[in-house]
C-alpha cells in the first residue's frame, strides 16, 4: 500500500509560471523525498527533506514539510520545458523501505 | 562516475517463462533496491541487498527472487510469468545498507502476452 499521496494527479502550467503539488501521508516518517521522473524513465533523486526540518530549497526547487498536518509541498518556480515530467513523493519508515506516491504529472506549455 | 545500469532495457516474454534481470550500481555503491512500477500499484518496494545478503523485502510473492555478487552487482529473477507482471523495473543503489538517497538506474520495461 502506498504510504504517500500526491495532489494534484495532474497539471498543466505555462513556462515560465511556478507549479506546486502536495503530498499527504499516513504515518510518521524519518524524512520524505521528492524524485522526478521523465516519460517511464528512471527516477531522479530531487530533494530530501528531514523530519525535524520545515522547508529545504534547491535552485528552483522548494520543499515544505508539516509534520503535525502529516504533508508535505514540492514548489517548481520559473518553470521550463524540461520540468516536464511525473512527480513522486516518498516517505521512508524507521524500516528504511521507501514507500512512494501515485504522483503528479506535470505539462509545462511553451 | 557512470551512473547505474540495468540490462536489459526492453523484455517481452510469454506467460510462464521465467526472466532475469540485471543491474549494475554506482561504483562505490554497496546496496541495492529493487522497485516495480505498473500504472495500476504504482511504484512498489521488491527487495534490498547488502553485502550478498537480502535485508529487506516488500510484499511480493516467492515468485520474485534476487541476488547480490561480491562486486555488488544485483539480479532479480521472477519465475513462473503473470500477464501482470508486466511493468518497469527499476535497479537503486545507495552508498550503504540503511541509507535514504537512492539513485535510480534507467528501467527495465518487461511486456509478459
Known amino acids: 500500500s502506498q504510504q504517500g499521496e500526491e495532489d494534484p494527479q495532474a497539471l498543466s502550467i505555462q513556462e515560465g509560471e511556478n507549479a506546486t503539488m502536495n503530498c499527504s501521508y499516513k504515518?510518521?516518517?524519518?524524512?520524505l523525498q521528492w524524485y522526478r521522473q521523465n516519460s517511464g524513465r528512471g527516477l531522479v533523486h530531487l530533494i530530501l527533506?528531514?523530519?525535524?526540518?520545515r522547508e529545504k530549497h534547491s535552485g528552483r526547487l522548494r520543499v515544505t514539510l508539516d509534520t503535525s498536518k502529516k504533508s508535505s509541498s514540492l514548489l517548481i518556480t520559473a518553470s521550463r520545458a524540461a520540468d516536464t515530467a511525473s512527480y513522486f513523493c516518498?516517505?521512508?519508515?524507521?524500516?528504511?523501505?521507501?514507500?512512494f506516491g501515485a504522483g503528479t504529472t506535470v505539462t509545462v506549455r511553451a | 562516475k557512470a551512473g547505474v545500469t540495468q540490462t536489459p532495457r526492453y523484455l517481452i516474454k510469454t506467460r510462464g517463462q521465467q526472466v532475469t534481470l540485471s543491474c549494475s550500481p554506482i561504483?562505490?555503491?554497496?546496496?541495492v533496491s529493487w522497485y516495480q512500477q505498473t500504472p495500476g500499484q504504482g511504484l512498489q518496494f521488491l527487495f534490498e541487498?547488502?553485502?550478498?545478503?537480502?535485508?529487506n523485502k516488500g510484499n511480493f510473492p516467492g515468485r520474485f527472487s534476487g541476488r547480490q555478487f561480491s562486486n555488488s552487482r544485483s539480479e532479480m529473477n521472477v519465475s513462473t510469468l503473470e500477464l501482470g507482471d508486466s511493468a518497469l523495473y527499476l535497479c537503486?543503489?545507495?552508498?550503504?545498507?540503511?541509507?535514504?538517497?537512492?539513485?535510480f538506474g534507467p528501467g527495465t520495461r518487461l511486456t509478459v502476452t
Open positions: 537503486a543503489s545507495s552508498l550503504q545498507w540503511r541509507d535514504y538517497e537512492q539513485y
Open positions: 504515518t510518521s516518517i524519518n524524512n
Open positions: 527533506i528531514r523530519s525535524n526540518e
Open positions: 516518498a516517505t521512508a519508515l524507521n524500516d528504511y523501505k521507501l514507500s
Open positions: 561504483s562505490g555503491h554497496r546496496s
Open positions: 541487498y547488502f553485502s550478498e545478503t537480502q535485508r
